[in-house]
């Protein structure tokens, strides 16, 4: 059986030291704590991540210091545990006090699984309705538009004239350039 441990942080400025000294305290073999630097947790697959999971055998332990080390939807986190437990690889996460080892672990990781899907259900629910109201009062839920009217008019323009797609978001975004793509919606050559 090995302690295997996984960190993650998501932005290169970011430091994972912390992390990996909590993890060896816990007992993870320093030649066994893989750590991603600027990785998402959304993606599935990160290249330290998958070195870990290819590392873990039947008995081992991952250890993490946070969930969301692991993953951030509740769908994935599932997929994961599940995939664990398929293989005979316990979790350990120091934060949440989960320790799939024991049956008490195993309960608490279905529970916050449960609390975390709820939230979420929430979140969305919110949004609807937030938009739905932001609607009935005559306004259009999103980013606000890039451009405007009359900007969108001198793109036509200068587009008439010759000018290429790079060179009208040039113009129209002085300091900053209008994308390509922000361009051709205003030049309706593509659906917005």
Same mark, same amino acid.
């Given at each position: ?40 947790? %959304?993606?599935? !697959? ?6 870990? /999971? +290819?590392? #873990?055998?039947?008995?081992? $332990?991952?250890? @993490?210091?946070?969930?969301?080390? %692991?993953?951030? !939807? ?6 994961? /545990? +599940?995939? #664990?437990?398929?293989?005979? $690889?316990?979790? @350990? ?18 529970? #916050? ?80």
């Amino acid at each position: 059986m090995s302690k295997v441990g996984y960190a993650r942080v998501s932005t290169r400025d970011q430091h994972p030291e912390a992390q990996r000294e909590r993890l060896i305290a816990a007992g993870c073999d320093v030649e066994l704590i893989f750590t991603d630097h600027g990785a998402s947790g %959304v993606k599935a !697959s990160r290249p330290e991540w998958d070195k870990c /999971l +290819n590392q #873990l055998r039947k008995g081992d $332990v991952l250890t @993490v210091t946070k969930l969301d080390r %692991v993953g951030r !939807s509740v769908t994935n986190l599932m997929q994961v /545990l +599940n995939d #664990l437990k398929g293989r005979g $690889v316990d979790l @350990v996460c120091l934060d949440q006090a989960i320790d799939t080892t024991t049956p008490a672990g195993k309960a608490m990781f279905g529970i #916050l699984a449960v609390f975390s899907e709820f939230e979420h259900d929430l979140i969305v629910e919110r949004t609807k309705d937030g938009l739905a109201a932001t609607t009935a009062r005559g306004r259009q839920g999103g980013r606000k538009a890039r451009l405007s009217p009359a900007q969108k008019e001198t793109a036509k323009t200068l587009r008439d004239a010759g000018k290429s797609v790079r060179e009208i978001g040039a113009i129209l975004g002085g300091d900053k350039p209008v994308s390509r793509q922000t361009v051709y919606r205003a030049l309706d050559m593509i659906d917005s």
